[in-house]
Every structure is written in structure tokens, then in C-alpha cells.
């Protein structure tokens, strides 16, 4: 069972966060789908690892539904792409964004909002192609990720496919030194107050995000398991200024960190596309 602690944080932090949300942007971009995609699936990581092999092909006309969808930005794109897009997620304000997205764009099939707690859901079993989640398990404690996987499972077709795009945790040292370098929003764990106060809001469960914890996660209850590391060269577009040039470093990263040999790139990497396929 999931702690009520960590699914109540989850929920009122986002249900603030999205309280407010303008989709504006969103509507922009569905109305300038392909410069979009090309643009954010060669720079930002998330949307690097989760397009991943012609997933925008392979989903026009499929069944989809996401986990965690958040600003459901990648809901619309998907459902904008031609696939019949159901999503959930822990904060009713998602649901309010798919209502006005519905409302704003005409989508071949509207996005079907799936409400409150995805282990209670009343979804058809092996009624999809696809279950995604976009930096969303890691906001699961262990307990209630193997809840989640079951369920994928369930609701999976036999040839269907599961992938989340996760932060990667492999390398302990790499890790250490993260956690001492403030970022905009997370004060170091030098500021050892400030760090205190900052981590009792932090909606992230302590927890394992390894990619070795996502392989035996997947085994128990998948036939096939790939892992993609993501972000190894990338990572360090974070320590330059903020110019045309970072963006164009990002570009360069993403792009060339498959060149990096298998056991470094995994253990460097910042992030990790994880598909299970063939549920057991
Ligand atoms: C980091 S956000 C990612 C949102 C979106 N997928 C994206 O890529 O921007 C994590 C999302 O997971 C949702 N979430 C956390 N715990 C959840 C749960 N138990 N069930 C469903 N959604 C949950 C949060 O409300 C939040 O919208």
C-alpha cells in the first residue's frame, strides 16, 4: 500500500502547481506539432528519451495511457499525433487542464482523464498498446511502483509496450556530488536548514533510482527489459552559461553520448528510458 504521506505530498504539491496553469503554450505548440518534436526531442532529455525509436510513428492510432501526466503537455502532443490518449494523475488539476485542452483543440479522439488513484481504475485488462509515464515513478514509493508495474501489466496488450522516462541514479560518487551543488530551487546539503526545510516539501519518496532497481523491478513481472541510459555527456550543459550555446551543446550531447561505451554511459547517465514489454 502506498504511504498516504508521500501520495498526499504528491498531490498537493501538484494540484498547487497546476492550480494556475495556462495552456497556452500547449495549444501553440499542438499547432506547430513538427517543429515542436523535432526541437524538444533533440534537446530537452525527457522528450529525447521518451520519442525514442519512432515512438511518434508508433503511436498514431494506438490505445495510450499515461501515468503521472502532469501539464499533460505530452498527453496532448501524443493525442495531437493521432493516438487515443488516456491519462492519470494523482492531482484532479490535470484533469481540469485535459478538460480545457479538449475544449481548445480538435483532437481526432479528446483526451480521456482517468481520476484519483490509478490502482482503483475500472480500465478495460489488456486494453492497451502503450502505458507511458514521463518522470513519474521516482515519485512512487518501492511498495506502490510494484502496485503500478502490476497494473501496467493488467492493462497492457500481450504486445504491448511500457516505457518511463526516469532519473538514473548509478554512480554513488557522481550522486554525492550533485546533492552538494545547489540548483535553482534546492539549496545544498552544506545549508543543512535550508536543505531540511526544502526536503520535508520535496513531493520525491527516498528511494532507489538505479537502473539495476528498474531492471529487477521490470523482471518480475515482464519478459523482456531494455534499459537506455540518457544525459551522460548532456548532464553538463549545467555547468555552462545559460546562452545559444548551451542549447547547442544539449543538441551535441544528446546526440553523440551513444558513442560512449556501454558500462561508463551507464553509470554517468543522469537519466534512463526503461521499457518493459510482454507482461508475465
Ligand atoms: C515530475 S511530475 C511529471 C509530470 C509530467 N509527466 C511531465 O513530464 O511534466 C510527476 C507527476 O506525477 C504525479 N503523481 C505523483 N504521485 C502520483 C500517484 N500516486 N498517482 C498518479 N500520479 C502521481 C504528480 O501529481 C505529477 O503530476
Same mark, same amino acid.
Given at each position: 500500500m502506498q504511504t498516504s504521506t508521500n501520495q498526499e505530498k504528491n498531490r498537493d504539491h501538484y494540484?498547487? $502547481?497546476?492550480?494556475?496553469f495556462s495552456i497556452k503554450n500547449i495549444l501553440f505548440w499542438l499547432n506547430h506539432l513538427e517543429e515542436f518534436l523535432s526541437s524538444a526531442?533533440?534537446?530537452?532529455?525527457?522528450?529525447?528519451?521518451?520519442?525514442?525509436?519512432?515512438? *511518434?510513428? =508508433?503511436?498514431?492510432? $494506438? &490505445?495510450?495511457?499515461?501515468?503521472?501526466?502532469?501539464?499533460?503537455?505530452?498527453? /496532448?502532443?501524443?493525442?495531437?499525433?493521432? /493516438?487515443?490518449?488516456? !491519462?492519470?494523475?494523482? /492531482?484532479?488539476?490535470?484533469?481540469?487542464?485535459?478538460? /480545457?485542452?479538449?475544449?481548445?483543440?480538435?483532437?481526432?479522439?479528446?483526451i480521456?482523464?482517468?481520476?484519483g488513484d490509478f490502482i482503483n481504475n475500472k480500465l478495460a485488462s489488456q486494453s492497451f498498446d502503450y502505458v507511458v509515464g514521463k518522470a513519474f515513478l521516482?515519485?512512487?514509493?518501492?511498495?506502490?511502483? =510494484?502496485?503500478?508495474?502490476?497494473? &501496467?501489466?493488467?492493462?497492457l496488450k500481450a504486445d504491448g509496450e511500457a516505457r518511463f522516462f526516469?532519473? !538514473?541514479?548509478?554512480?554513488?560518487?557522481?550522486?554525492?556530488? %550533485?546533492?552538494?551543488?545547489p540548483v535553482p530551487g534546492r539549496p545544498s546539503k552544506l545549508q543543512k536548514t535550508a536543505f531540511k526545510n526544502w526536503k520535508e516539501n520535496d513531493p520525491h519518496p527516498d528511494r532507489s533510482f538505479s537502473s539495476?532497481?528498474?531492471? *529487477? !523491478?521490470?523482471?518480475?513481472?515482464?519478459e523482456e527489459v531494455e534499459i537506455h541510459p540518457?544525459?551522460?555527456l548532456? %548532464?553538463?550543459?549545467?555547468?555552462?552559461?545559460?546562452? $545559444?550555446?548551451?542549447?547547442?551543446? %544539449?543538441?551535441? *550531447?544528446?546526440?553523440n553520448e551513444k558513442y560512449i561505451p556501454g558500462s561508463l554511459n551507464r553509470s554517468i547517465a543522469r537519466s534512463q528510458l526503461i521499457i518493459y514489454r510482454n507482461p508475465s
Open positions: 494540484e498547487k $502547481k497546476y492550480s494556475e526531442t533533440k534537446t530537452e532529455t525527457s522528450w529525447f528519451g521518451m520519442y525514442k525509436n519512432d515512438f *511518434a510513428q =508508433k503511436i498514431r492510432g $494506438k &490505445t495510450v495511457l499515461e501515468l503521472g501526466c502532469g501539464d499533460c503537455t505530452n498527453a /496532448a502532443v501524443m493525442a495531437a499525433l493521432g /493516438a487515443e490518449v488516456y !491519462a492519470n494523475d494523482i /492531482a484532479d488539476s490535470s484533469g481540469e487542464i485535459i478538460k /480545457a485542452l479538449n475544449q481548445n483543440h480538435n483532437f481526432r479522439h479528446p480521456v482523464f482517468v481520476k521516482h515519485h512512487l514509493t518501492v511498495s506502490t511502483e =510494484k502496485e503500478f508495474l502490476k497494473e &501496467t501489466g493488467r492493462l526516469e532519473p !538514473a541514479v548509478n554512480n554513488r560518487f557522481l550522486d554525492e556530488v %550533485r546533492w552538494h551543488i539495476r532497481h528498474f531492471e *529487477a !523491478a521490470g523482471k518480475d513481472l515482464f540518457i544525459g551522460t548532456e %548532464r553538463f550543459h549545467r555547468i555552462l552559461p545559460k546562452n $545559444k550555446w548551451n542549447g547547442k551543446f %544539449r543538441r551535441w *550531447a544528446l546526440k
